[in-house]
């Protein structure tokens, strides 16, 4: 009985140091896992260049939405794979719904081999 109380003060000290550890060692490198597809996607979006198409530009410069507000949802969004065109080629197309205080957003956003484009903008959506 004194040996197993034994190995499991090691065992759970041993365990404290490797989460110390692992904290102090990707504490600040900003690692993520993006297993699922919506956080897949989103990621593959934003390390692309992203622009504008002239519709979503000109909402921005009528100040009708803001670039915050996409940038929320490029991050956070809901990309509804069911109303997305994700076979078209050469450029997939999703809908990127927003959530929290962007949920009456939503984007269709095209990806083609280097860039992304923001092609329309939805306000309204319920």
């Known amino acids: 009985m004194h040996d197993m109380k034994r190995r499991f003060t090691l065992y ?5 140091i490797g989460i110390i550890l692992v904290f102090f ?4 490198k900003n690692a993520s896992c993006s297993w699922l ?8 979006i934003r390390s692309k260049q992203i622009s ?9 410069l009528s100040k009708e939405i803001d670039s915050m507000d996409i940038n929320l949802i ?10 997305s065109q994700t076979k078209n ?3 997939r197309e999703y809908l990127i719904n927003g959530v929290d205080k962007q949920q009456n ?7 083609c081999d280097s860039i992304a484009v923001i092609q329309k903008i939805k306000i309204g959506k319920n």
Do not use: H
Request: net charge negative; charged share 15%.
């Open 12 to 16: 759970g000290f041993g365990f404290a």
């Open 52 to 60: 504008y198409s002239e519709n979503v530009q000109n909402l921005i």
């Open 89 to 91: 080629m050469p450029c």
């Open 74 to 83: 490029l991050d956070n969004g809901n990309i509804d794979f069911a109303e």
């Open 37 to 44: 597809p919506n956080d897949r996607m989103l990621k593959i």
């Open 25 to 28: 060692i990707l504490g600040g």
């Open 105 to 111: 957003l939503a984007l269709t956003v095209s990806i």
